[in-house]
């Protein structure tokens, strides 16, 4: 049981903010491009052929919308259910066999501030758009598994995904860490990612700069507040607490 005793602070005050929700991709973990190789790979699959119009009109949706659940993307894309689930599973077997392939890293100091956060007492939860076995390869591949507290990816939180404020949501239910939505942390490097943590009322939303988007697109998002990485976090709760 996760222990909810909150965390002292420097001036006797108590440190609520003890739900940390992180995204993995471009926030914790640095994929090198995958998600596009990936998504060539499946929308060949599905008959689009590189090089056309169709496929960099299709590309440079994948690329606007990153963040944002992959299953719901490729529903805009390729307009039916059907075509949509084929080409979702197309992408994560893509995405799995470049991920198996060793292109998966750490962002640097993403596991330290993990680490640190726990130490902290807070109550760390990983989240993805990706599907769960696609999620699962990333946390193995890096000896995650055991990092954070809780891990999620948007069939864990009903099916739906970034910007909704579901995953958000079910950390804060499943794990009991903070009593109130305002006291939860949520991190990422989208648009996405800051909607999805401000329409779940969290208090703080963090948008880093080792992923998707600029500094002005997540601010314009909703930002409260802009890291250069991860490893900025621990810092930012201590000195704000």
Request: charged content about 25%; hydrophobic content about 40%.
């Given at each position: 049981?996760?222990?909810?005793?909150?965390?002292?602070?420097?001036?006797?005050?108590?440190?609520?903010?003890?739900?940390?929700?992180?995204?993995?991709?471009?926030?914790?973990?640095?994929?090198?491009?995958?998600?596009?190789?990936?998504?060539?790979?499946?929308?060949?699959?599905?008959?689009?052929?590189?090089?056309?119009?169709?496929?960099?009109?299709?590309?440079?949706?994948?690329?606007?919308?990153?963040?944002?659940?992959?299953?719901?993307?490729?529903?805009?894309?390729?307009?039916?259910?059907?075509?949509?689930?084929?080409?979702?599973?197309?992408?994560?077997?893509?995405?799995?066999?470049?991920?198996?392939?060793?292109?998966?890293?750490?962002?640097?100091g993403a596991r330290a501030a993990i680490e640190e956060l726990r130490a902290d007492g807070r109550t760390v939860a990983l989240t993805t758009g990706f599907?769960?076995?696609?999620?699962?390869?990333?946390?193995?591949?890096?000896?995650?598994?055991?990092?954070?507290?809780?891990?999620?990816?948007?069939?864990?939180?009903?099916?739906?995904?970034?910007?909704?404020?579901?995953?958000v949501l079910t950390a804060f239910l499943r794990t009991g860490a903070v009593a109130d939505v305002s006291d939860v942390v949520v991190v990422g490097d989208?648009?996405?990612?800051?909607l999805s943590g401000r329409r779940a009322g969290a208090g703080t939303v963090a948008g880093v700069l080792t992923g998707a988007h600029d500094r002005a697109?997540?601010?314009?998002?909703?930002?409260?507040?802009?890291?250069?990485?991860?490893?900025?976090?621990?810092?930012?709760?201590?000195?704000?607490?």
């Amino acid at each position: 049981m996760t222990d909810t005793t909150p965390t002292p602070t420097t001036d006797g005050a108590a440190d609520t903010r003890r739900l940390v929700v992180l995204d993995m991709a471009g926030t914790t973990v640095a994929d090198g491009g995958l998600v596009e190789r990936a998504f060539e790979r499946a929308a060949e699959r599905l008959g689009v052929e590189p090089g056309t119009p169709d496929h960099a009109e299709k590309l440079r949706y994948v690329l606007a919308t990153m963040g944002e659940s992959k299953i719901s993307v490729f529903r805009h894309l390729f307009g039916t259910e059907e075509l949509a689930r084929r080409a979702n599973s197309a992408f994560e077997e893509a995405y799995a066999e470049l991920v198996d392939g060793g292109l998966v890293t750490p962002v640097p100091g993403a596991r330290a501030a993990i680490e640190e956060l726990r130490a902290d007492g807070r109550t760390v939860a990983l989240t993805t758009g990706f599907a769960r076995v696609t999620q699962d390869a990333i946390l193995d591949a890096l000896g995650w598994q055991d990092l954070a507290d809780l891990t999620l990816c948007p069939a864990d939180a009903g099916g739906r995904g970034r910007p909704h404020p579901d995953m958000v949501l079910t950390a804060f239910l499943r794990t009991g860490a903070v009593a109130d939505v305002s006291d939860v942390v949520v991190v990422g490097d989208t648009a996405y990612d800051m909607l999805s943590g401000r329409r779940a009322g969290a208090g703080t939303v963090a948008g880093v700069l080792t992923g998707a988007h600029d500094r002005a697109t997540l601010t314009r998002s909703g930002a409260t507040h802009i890291l250069d990485s991860v490893a900025e976090l621990p810092g930012l709760l201590a000195e704000s607490a």
